[in-house]
């Protein structure tokens, strides 16, 4: 069971940007085996949520975001080599190119999509962030890929996610290569508008949409 205020409590670390106790509470999280999903979705990332916002009414200013956001990743680097540890599935349940797309830098989100598949079972090639479009058709045919993530944070490098379905199906790939979307300004709708096979709005969900996808 995790204790509510200590959830809060991690996100208020991060709100802070106060690395030290982000660390203590991640280390404990480990120590005592809680369930990391919770942890990160229910804990860090509201707090990392909270500074954008305070960001957004202009409280905080772009060096006080950017602390919340290397506090953020200082933590998900612990937590991330634990989730992949939990790994069950000897099988690849499929091959899948991740990335934030050309123009973003955002890679929080992304990171944790990618960790997610990998623990369950999915082999992933993570591109890292600002990554061509070509970049990732290059990849996925070289490594004849079942999936190409593609996270955008910003709504202009969303735009750039039609761009890169538009260049998949040029390259006649589109028949077993399947596109998912996603980021937070990426909805359920424009996958749609834009011909992508899939949306999700969390790692949890990404990882059930490509289980499902793949069965297909
Ligand atoms: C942290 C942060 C930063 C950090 C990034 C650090 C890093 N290495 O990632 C720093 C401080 C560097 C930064 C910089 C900038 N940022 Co910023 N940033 C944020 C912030 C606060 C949080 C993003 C985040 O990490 N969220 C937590 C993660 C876990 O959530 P997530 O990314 O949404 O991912 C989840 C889901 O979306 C989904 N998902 C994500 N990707 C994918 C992919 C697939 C395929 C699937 C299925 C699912 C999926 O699963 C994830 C896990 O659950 C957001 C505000 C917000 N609330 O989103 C602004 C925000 C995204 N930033 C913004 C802006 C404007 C910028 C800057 C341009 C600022 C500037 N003037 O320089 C620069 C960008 C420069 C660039 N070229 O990219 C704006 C974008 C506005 C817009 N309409 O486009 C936002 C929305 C803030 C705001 N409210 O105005 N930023």
Redesign the pocket.
Known sequence: MIDNKRLSEMGQAIVEGNKEEAQKYAKEAIEQNLDLMKVI?NGF?PG??K???L??QGEYF?PE??T??EC??AVMSMLQPELKKKKLIAKSLGKII?GTIE????????N??SSMLSANGFDVVDLG?DVKLTAFIEKAEQEKADFI???S?????MLKQKNLIELVKTKSLSGKLKV???????NKQWAKDIGAD??????M??VK?AKTLIQR
Request: glycine share 12%.
């Open positions: 979705e990332v990392i949520q500074a954008g916002d960001w957004e772009l975001l950017i919340s956001a953020m990743k991740i123009g973003d830098i955002h890679d929080i989100g992304k944790l999509v962030a993530c593609a996270s944070l910003l709504t202009t490098t998912l979307v996603g980021g937070a300004p990426v899939g949306y999700a709005e969390n790692a969900s990404a949409l």
